[in-house]
Structures are given as C-alpha cells and as structure tokens.
C-alpha cells in the first residue's frame, strides 16, 4: 500500500486528513492501515543515521586528511568481514580518539576487525591512502582486496610498524563513489597495555597521491630535523674528541665521547631506516636492544672517565645486571612479552644508575671544585627530569581512565613546533649534552694551547741549558782527536757526555744516557754532568767516578735510571774503563768486552768493576748512545749491533747520519777517539 505525499507528509505533522474539504470519517482506519509502512520508513531513517556514524566523507578532500571518523568494530577473526557487501549494522561503533580500553573494559581480543565506508567522488583520480603506527600485524581491505599488509596475523609474525606505508587507490574502485575499507589487526598484550592500543584517529590517511607523497616528504624531514640537528653536534664533538685523543692519549673520555657520537648517528640511520621500511621484529628487537645499550651505558662511562672514577668490582657486576636486565625489558617490549609494570620493574635498575646515581656523583664532585662537573651537570639533570616525566607519564597510561589524557598530555608536554620543524623535550635535552660536552673541549683546547706554550718556552729554556752544559768545543789534547755528534729525537734529550784533558797528558771520557725523553730527562742530564764535572776535579778512576754519580742519583730518578760509560785515556794510549750498563766501545771496528753493572739510580752502595784497554798509534775508539742500536726503519727491523760494529769505523757524523737514515727513535750520541792527531773536530 502506497500513500499518497499529502497523506504522509499531513501525519507526520499531526494534522488531520481532509477529503473534498470535509472530515474523512475512515481517517482512523486509513492511519492504521499505514503504520506499519510508517514504522519501516522511521527504522529507515533510524538506520540510515546509524550508517551515517560509520561513513566518512572524502569527496571534497582539499588535502591529506586522517580518517578520524566512528568506525564499527568486531571482535573475533573471519574472512567474510572484509567484503564490500557485508552487513556490519549491529557492530560497536567506537571512536578511534578515544581509548580503546573503553569499549573493551575487561575482555582483550587477539584480533579485531574494523570497517567504514568513505564517499568518495568520481571524478578524484589517483586516491590514495597511507597507514603508519598501526600495529605490528594488520592487514587492511578495500572493498574486498587486500591493499596494506604488515606482518601477519594468523599465525602471528609480528614486525615493526614505524614506516609510513602508501598504497594507490585503483580508478576503478572510486568510480561507484563507495569504498569499504576493512582492517583486521592483530593485538598482543603488550599493545593492551599501550596508552593508545588498536587503531588511532592519526593511523589511516587518504588523499591524492601527489599530495601525500609531498605531505610524507615534508612530515618526514620536519620530524627528523631535531635528531638530525642531534647527530651533527655529536659528529662535531665526536671529531673534536678525536682531536684532543691524539695528543691526550691518556684521557679515556674522549674515546667514550666519540663512541657515544657513533651511537647517536647508528641510532638515526636506523630510526630514518624503520621509517622507511617495517622490517621482521625478530631482529629489529635485537638492534634496539644494541643501540638501547649504547646510547645508555656510553654516557655514565664517560661521566665516569671524565670524573676520573673506576667501577670497582661489584660496582661492575651491578652495571651488569643492570644492563641485562634493561636488554631483556626493551626485546620484551617489543614483542609486548611483558605486562608494562614488569617492563618498569626490569628497565629501573639501569635507568636509576643513569639518571640518579650519576647525577648525584656529578654534584658531589662539583661541590668539590670540579668545573668540568658543574658543566656536565645541566644536561644530565635536565635528561634525569625529562626520563622521570616519561615513567610517570607511562605508569598513569596503565589506567584506563587517565590512559587516553595522560598520553595526550605526555604528547603535549615533550613535543614542540619550532616554526615548521617537530621536536622533543628530548632533543633539547641532547642538544644542551653536546654543546656542554664542545664547551668543555673547547676549553680543554685552549688550555692545552696554553700548556703547549708554557712547554715550548722551559723547553727552550732547557735546550739553552743543555747547550751550555755540553760541550761545543773541545779542548786541545795532545796526541788524540776527539769528535763529536749529539742528536736528540725531541727539543731536548737525554743523552750527555764530557770530555776533558788529564794533567799528566791523557783525557777523561764520560759518556751517559738518561732513560726517557724531553724536559724531565734533561733536567736530570743537567745534574749528572754537574756531578762529572765536580767530580772529575777529584779524581780520574772511571769506577770511583760512576759510584759516586750512583751515590747522588739516588732518589732523583722518579723510579728511573741513567746508562754511563767512563774512561780515562793516558798519552801513551793505555787505559781504564768502567761501565754502568752502557753499550759497549769499539775498538778498531771490535767490540770490547767490558764488566757488566747495574745503571746508575737503581741500587745504593753499587760496585763498579774497571778494565783496561790498549790505544795504538792511529786507533779507533767508538762510542755510541742505545740511540744507534736502536734506530728502527719502517718495516720495523732494528739497526742492531751487527751494523753497529760496521759503522764503527766510520766518522762520528757518517754514523749519526746512516742511524737517523736508518730511522732515529731515540737520542743519538757518537763519540769517536783516534790516537795519533792533535786535531778536534766537532759537530
């Protein structure tokens, strides 16, 4: 039965019906013969409103726009959820800005199914939609036909799901102007416990193709920018820290400063790779766990290394435990194993070492007068603060009632808009770690500039000493020539020698190397060679004159000890001759046997043994410093005794120049003695 308009539209204003201007007495009748029509087109309505709950409107889209509207949603798995045509009227319909919890106050589904209808218009070419941060299984339909696939949810092979995925919408689906899209997602119990589990208003995108790919590339670089910005300033520092290493080999810090710029730039290439690409959670855990580790335990052994403290034993086996713990939290985590508290319980230990314990050191060794800790200290109280903040925030996003506001307001407090770029309060934070770690590199630099001057000046200082106590001319000694070469392997070195003529015709040789190199060996040089010269006004006994040098190095030394030669030369070419662990002379290209002793500056009361050695007419007396023997060339082989006595015959600076073309390593000293001249030349 069809009514007719005016019939209709007379009921459903309340009037009553009229027929030729008079009451129609059947009205009653008539009414009730179109109720039940009536009562299909009120359910009509009815559903026709429910519908409208679920459909969302893309046919006017200006610009990429979220598909933010009510969505029906069912619990349970079945492949006939996915078409077009099936009748999903009695789903729950759930708003996807608030939390899912909500709507699932007890139970937890594996798997749910979602659907919605978008208008779309006929003439909109090259649709497409884009998903991101969904879940780590999911698979979305359009009208039917799989479009978006992440892992895979039955059986369950979870991957990541940080990358931002587009999938074109063929022109022939948009031309019925309807789309059905489904989304069957699985969800673990680690995703439950999340403070926004299941679809969000921000996972599902749609628009033109162009436009989306441009608003990625944009969302992309300004998402990016802080990190990015984070990874140059440790780059910088990290090639600064290197810098100073070079000539601070002893400063373990700056290792541990470039080791943690490495995290910082490992840590980005994965992050922009995983934005990329969602990749098999099975090892993707595993990096996590990697980087989670570098990023945290690099900085409290710098802390430490700049601080000048060492983890002692249990110390270590706590920071150990501690880190374990902390790997197995962040694998868990992301295979969502663990219920969130058991996550904090595991992930505590390490977190209040980093941004408790360290803090605290920081503060005592300031209050100590350390500058460099006052400078450390902003950055690491600043990232304990801002790690605080997130616990806090993470432990209220467990309740269901303040899940959804905590992690909006979680949200709000540690992300910003600086003109077109996003960025963390965690950013900042890092930012502020490597400029306070430049600043204290860059006064380290100028200090050691300083230090390098001030060294340069002693050393010049030192060298002018050394210069006036060796002798750069000799003294004429009737029947020998004596010559010389000193050439030391830095400014100044630790070699020495004194040469003077006896009063009954002879000379007096003593001939010494201090063990090390710079200003603390020649410092030590300028005692001895006082002493030789003090004693050699006493005496001409080569032994006596060693024991009494033994007797006032003592306890200069600093644990050293100085090799020395001392011999006592007649006019008619006899001799005597003492060693203190020097190399032994040659005499006309053989090596002399002479009693072995001790060095000066290692034992009191030392003895030392003489022997006695022959000059004939035109003989060579050689002697050399270690630093000849010892001269190395690139391929590491040592100029050694066997080439040494080879040379021996050779001119003092024919010698010195075959060992510094050999390779110099060490200070190098020859002295050459011939019997038969009256001449003295000196290099």
């Known amino acids: ?66 598909i933010d509207t009510k969505w029906r949603v069912k619990a349970g798995d079945d492949p006939a959820w996915s078409r077009p045509e099936f009748d999903d009227s009695a789903w729950m319909l759930v708003d996807p800005k608030r939390n ?51 892992g895979r949810v039955s059986p369950y092979k979870p991957y990541t799901y940080f990358a931002y ?23 673990s119990r680690g995703e439950w416990s999340a403070a926004v589990p299941g679809l969000n ?28 910005l984070t990874m140059m300033l440790a780059l910088i520092v990290g090639v600064m820290a290197l810098a100073l290493f070079s000539v601070q080999r002893e400063r373990d810090e700056y290792l541990w400063i470039l080791f943690i710029a490495l ?47 060492k983890i002692g034993r249990w110390a ?34 390490l977190t209040l070492i980093a941004y408790l314990a360290i803090p605290v050191v920081l503060v005592i060794r300031r209050r100590r007068g350390n500058r460099e800790a006052g400078i450390l200290l902003i950055p690491a109280l600043l990232q304990a603060i801002v790690a605080d903040f997130h616990v806090v925030m993470g432990a209220l996003a467990w309740i269901p009632s303040f899940s959804t506001r905590a992690y909006w307001f979680e949200q709000r407090i540690t992300n910003y808009q600086l003109g077109p770029f996003r960025t963390q309060l965690s950013d900042f934070t890092n930012w502020l770690l490597w400029i306070s770690l430049g600043l204290i590199l860059v006064l380290r630099t100028i200090w050691i500039s300083r230090e390098e001057a001030r060294l340069a000046s002693e050393l010049e200082a030192a060298r002018q000493v050394q210069n006036v106590i060796l002798p750069e001319e000799m003294e004429t000694i009737p029947g020998y020539s004596v010559e010389t070469v000193y050439r030391p392997a830095k400014q100044v070195g630790g070699d020495f020698y004194q040469v003077w003529p006896t009063p009954e015709g002879g000379l007096l040789l003593v001939v010494g190397d201090v063990a090390g190199k710079g200003l603390p060996a020649a410092m030590l040089v300028a005692v001895l060679v006082g002493s030789i010269r003090t004693l050699a006004q006493m005496t001409s006994d080569p032994a006596a004159i060693l024991a009494e040098m033994n007797a006032r190095l003592l306890g200069r030394t600093n644990g050293g000890f100085s090799t020395c030669l001392a011999v006592h030369l007649h006019a008619d070419g006899s001799g005597t001759l003492a060693c203190a662990g020097h190399p032994a002379p040659y005499v006309n290209g053989l090596e ?29 007396l050689t002697f050399y410093s270690d630093g000849v023997i010892e001269a190395q060339n690139i391929r590491g082989e040592l100029l050694g005794f066997e080439r040494a006595r080879e040379l021996s015959m050779l001119s003092a600076k024919e010698i010195a120049d075959a060992a510094s073309a050999f390779g110099q390593e060490d200070d190098i000293t020859v002295v050459v003695i011939k019997r038969g001249a009256a001449l003295a030349r000196v290099e």
Request: some cysteine; charged content about 15%.
């Open 165 to 187: 995925r587009i999938a074109p919408i063929a022109a022939s689906e948009v031309e019925n102007g309807s789309l059905v899209i489904a989304l069957r997602a699985h969800l």
């Open 201 to 228: 208003d921000n996972n599902l995108l749609i628009g033109r193709k162009a436009a989306l790919h441009d608003n990625l590339w944009l969302r992309a670089i300004t998402t990016f920018a802080g990190s990015a």
């Open 1 to 66: 039965m069809i009514l007719p308009h005016d019939t209709v539209g007379a009921f459903l204003r309340g009037s009553t019906v009229r027929v030729n201007g008079y009451r129609d007495p059947r009205r009653w009748l008539r009414l009730a013969e179109s109720t039940p029509v009536l009562l299909v087109c009120l359910c009509a309505a009815i559903g026709s409103a429910s519908s409208h709950a679920q459909t969302f409107d893309a046919r006017n889209l200006q610009k990429p726009t979220n």
């Open 263 to 309: 995290g910082y730039v490992f840590a980005f290439a994965w992050r922009v790779l995983v934005t990329i690409r969602n990749l098999p959670l099975s090892w993707a855990a595993c990096v996590d766990g990697i980087l989670m580790l570098w990023i945290l335990l690099g900085p409290i052994f710098m802390y430490l290394a700049f601080l000048r403290l």
């Open 592 to 620: 002399l046997e002479v009693p072995g002793a001790l060095p000066l500056g290692i034992a009191p009361c030392q003895h030392y043994e003489s022997c006695k050695l022959q000059l004939e007419h035109g003989g060579h």
């Open 100 to 150: 899912l919890l909500e709507y699932f106050p007890t139970e937890r589904p594996e798997v749910l199914w979602y659907r919605i209808r978008v208008q779309v218009a006929a003439y909109q070419p090259a649709l497409t939609l884009e998903e991101d941060h969904l879940s780590h299984a999911f698979e979305v339909f359009l009208n039917g036909v799989p479009l978006i696939t992440n």
């Open 316 to 349: 270590g086996v706590v920071l150990g435990v501690a880190a374990a713990l902390a790997l197995l939290e962040v694998v868990a985590g992301d295979y969502d194993w663990m219920l969130p508290s058991t996550r904090l319980a595991l992930s505590m230990p």
